[in-house]
């Protein structure tokens, strides 16, 4: 027993404090084990047969060869499946393996397992899949049309989204118009898709894998090996990022097949070309818009027509469409609106999650109008933002009421008031610090330099009556220098700093310094995605729920022992305090352990009505960042001189990480502004490789400043809002805008190609037009209501 101190230090490395990521060593000194690092005695390797065709029937396939080859122990199709033949997030409709038909460049069609993994590519080669093509549809709006061929029986639309506020057909003083388009990005995380499935005496599978939701995994994983759920055991492998990417199951079925076929552990691990075909990557958007608004700069009326590219299954489009539609106006009040949004399926790679979901495209698009809408007023974007920035009270276009805490005016009067970085003289400075770096030839007499202001918002957490919550479990004990905490939830870390935050949460609430993160896995219930901007709030909501369950029950321990504790006793420091004075151990009532489980929920939110009405967030989180970019005009090159980000954070539970997240999601936002895209060509991927498809590097990042606006949340765990996502929303508009500024181009499009900036071709891609003035509505469109059941 340590002697009773005379001033209690509190607990270090609590909330608020910014704390090192407890990852954070072992990641840097390349100790940490990811998905790819994963072994087991007597490992086979699997490997996958990906279709060639982007729309095909298969005729046949013969394995014969393949069976025969070295080392192979297994060679499995679609009727090798031993339970339900489809899987996917939202509606089942997405084959385990190919049987009747492909409907996408890379759709799985057959898995081999063998000794090595280059024996496993050599027999998946040796299959012969005899295809007869079908016409494919590879553009979104070909989708739509009634002769369309048909992707799936019940048609080409997954869902339309209609919302309707006020009088769509108001009239207004002024009137602007824009098209929008987004391109394919992808999430391009560092660490492939990976897992080792490793078969159990019960006849079931332990699966340790690289995810986002270990049991939403599950739930599809059990039914297609014909399990009960209670013998698929599923364990977190470490995850070298995500950002949507891990949402949707990739090898983890496949995987398990083999591995019970063969009754060996089998380990499958992507190549960075197959990972661009194994997971989805963010819709394409185009986005038609004619805004309304009185000659000092109020909107009075919104009309939208959004189209999406879902690919050749559901994914999670479905959510995506809907969180597109219902962020289509932008953080502005609009007393009058009509979005029509439809999500389609097409014959090109799958889409679904990637960080944003829905609002990154919306985002760009209705920043592009308010700033046409501002330079048809002759007036200041920022100031034409605050004349129509929504605040509390205000009602959104889908009726819901913003409630909580909404520091919208703050956000955008403090980025209209950061000072301009300095300009110093293209001529004297080192050619690196020049658009294009060193591949400028010129000695940048050419440069022009432009300012952009992008301002957002996004829900946090699962929408649309979803019942989003998280369970954590939380154990106290004796350990050999003072009390433990142990944390066990099914929250996936995939690189964003969740287990740091957790940490922070237990110390905070129990004063011990010593927090053990216990494997994640599904042996404790769900704490939903690692998605939506949610862990934050949902499992930190569940572990401070558990932690403070503990400590009631350390304070009935203590009163049993004769303590008194007055009204309000803390834990501090290995202490309980009274009045700030400590007056018993912890250790002392912990003879045995304390273990508590608790599930946190968030208030509920509703479905989207007919008319696109209801309550469907339960928190919105507003951000804004202002982008400076020089342009050689000349050459087409861009250099992005600095953002500053002001961001809404609720409660800053380590202010160090949510700057590294804002960070990052600039990064990615930077990313589809100025270079990342999916080359799509007939269907197929034409640049799976990062010497083709390119992302920033350290080279591309400008100095980044954020500014944290700390309004806490009454309704959420010590006041937070999710914080990853709204970074990537603004990134993207801001630079655009930066561009239009220093160039005076329309810029519809991203990302902005060197062609662009140069060219004398105009910004609207043949055969895309906006809409025309004589026809200020969106076009009609077929419907699709999603159900509760599978579209099929």
């Known amino acids: 027993m340590s002697s009773r101190p005379d001033l209690l230090e509190r607990t270090r490395g609590g909330v608020g404090e910014s704390i090192l990521r407890i990852d954070g060593v072992p990641k840097t000194q390349g100790r940490f084990a990811y998905g790819s690092d994963l072994w087991a005695e007597g490992m086979l390797w699997g490997d996958t047969l990906r279709s060639t065709h982007p729309h095909a029937l298969i005729r046949g396939i013969k394995i014969a060869e393949a069976v025969a080859s070295p080392g192979v122990h297994a060679v499995l199709l679609a009727d090798d499946v031993p339970g339900r033949r489809t899987c996917g997030l939202e509606f089942s409709d997405t084959p385990v393996l190919a049987w009747d038909r492909v409907r996408y460049v890379g759709e799985p069609v057959a898995i081999v397992a063998a000794e090595t993994p280059e024996l496993a590519r050599r027999a998946a080669g040796r299959i012969q899949v005899d295809y007869e093509p079908l016409d494919a549809v590879l553009d979104m709006e070909a989708a739509l049309a009634g002769d369309a061929p048909r992707i799936h029986d019940h048609g080409n639309v997954l869902r339309h989204v209609k919302v309707v506020h006020g009088d769509p057909d108001a009239g207004a003083e002024v009137w602007v118009e824009g098209y929008w388009e987004t391109g394919m990005q992808d999430q391009a995380p560092l660490g492939p898709e990976a897992g080792l499935a490793i078969p159990g005496d019960d006849g079931g599978v332990d699966l340790y894998v690289s995810t986002q939701w270990l049991h939403v995994d599950r739930q599809q994983i059990a ?38 076929h063969t009754g060996r552990p089998v380990k499958m691990s992507y190549g960075r070309e197959e990972s661009f075909f194994g997971h989805v990557h963010r819709h394409p958007a185009r986005m038609w818009i004619r805004t309304g608004a009185t000659r000092d700069g109020l909107l009075v009326v919104w009309r939208e027509r959004l189209v999406v590219d879902g690919g050749a299954y559901a994914s999670s489009s479905s959510a995506v469409i809907g969180n597109a539609s219902t962020f289509a106006t932008g953080p502005y009040r609009v007393p009058n609106v009509l979005v029509e949004g439809t999500a389609v399926y097409t014959n090109n790679p799958p889409c679904g999650a990637m960080r944003g979901f829905g609002a990154v ?27 129509n920035v929504l605040e509390l009270g205000d009602a959104m276009p889908t009726g819901q009421v913003l409630r909580g805490s909404a520091p919208t005016r703050r956000i955008l009067e403090r980025i209209g008031a950061l000072p301009a970085p300095d300009d110093p ?171 508590e489980t608790r599930v946190h929920h968030h208030r509920p939110t509703t479905p989207l009505g007919p008319d696109g009405q209801g309550e469907p967030h339960v928190q919105l989180a507003f951000g804004a960042e202002r982008a400076v970019v020089e342009v050689d005009e000349e050459l087409g090159l861009v250099r992005v001189v600095q953002i500053d980000a002001v ?44 010497t083709d498809y390119l992302i920033p590097t350290i080279l591309d990042m400008p100095t980044v400043t954020s500014e944290l606006i700390e309004e806490p949340d009454p309704d959420s765990p010590y006041g937070v809002k999710g914080v990853g996502e709204l970074p990537t929303l603004v990134s993207t508009p801001a630079i655009a805008a930066a561009l239009r500024d220093a160039t005076g181009r329309a810029l519809n499009r991203v990302p902005v190609r060197p062609d662009d900036l140069v060219g004398l071709a105009g910004p609207v891609p043949a055969g895309d037009p906006p809409p025309s003035p004589d026809v200020p509505g969106p076009m009609a469109i077929p419907h699709y209501a999603k159900g509760g059941d599978d579209p099929g």
């Not at 013998?231 to 949507?244: E, H, K, S, W, Y």
């Not at 495209?361 to 004349?387: K, S, T, Y």
């Not at 080359?679 to 990062?690: K, L």
């Open 361 to 387: 495209q919306a985002c760009f698009a209705h920043e592009g109008q308010m700033d046409r809408l501002a330079a048809a007023l002759e007036m200041d974007p920022v100031e034409v933002r605050l004349r």
């Open 647 to 690: 961001q809404d954070v609720g409660k800053a539970l380590n202010p160090r990480s949510i700057e590294g997240q804002i960070e990052g999601g600039t990064a990615q936002g930077l990313g589809l502004a100025l270079m990342e895209e999916l080359q799509i060509d007939e269907g197929r991927i034409r640049n799976p490789s990062f």
């Open 425 to 595: 003289a293209p001529v004297h400075r080192d050619s690196v610090l020049r658009p294009g770096g060193a591949n400028n030839v010129t000695r940048g007499e050419g440069l022009v330099r432009g300012v952009g202001v992008a301002f957002g918002f996004k829900n946090i957490g699962f929408s649309e009556g979803f019942d989003d919550s998280s369970e954590a479990r939380i154990r106290l004990e004796r350990g050999p220098t003072g009390p433990v905490a142990e944390v066990h939830t099914a929250a996936c870390e995939v690189g964003q700093g969740l287990t740091t935050i957790v940490t922070q949460i237990a110390r905070t609430e129990l004063g011990v310094d010593e927090v053990v993160i216990a494997p994640i896995d599904t042996s404790i219930g769900s704490a939903g995605s690692t998605s939506a901007s949610r862990q934050t709030y949902m499992t930190g909501g569940a572990v401070q729920l558990a932690c403070r369950t503990v400590a009631e029950e350390v304070f009935r321990r203590a009163t049993a022992a004769g303590m008194s504790l007055g009204d309000s006793p803390e834990l501090a420091a290995g202490w309980i305090v009274v009045d700030g004075a400590p007056v018993i151990e912890l250790a002392e009532l912990l003879g045995e352990p304390v273990d």
């Open 223 to 260: 039914p297609c090996l014909g399990l009960d759920e209670d013998r698929v055991r599923i364990t977190l492998a470490g995850v070298g990022g995500a950002f949507g990417a891990r949402e949707d199951v990739h090898m983890q079925i496949h995987a398990c097949m083999l591995a019970l």
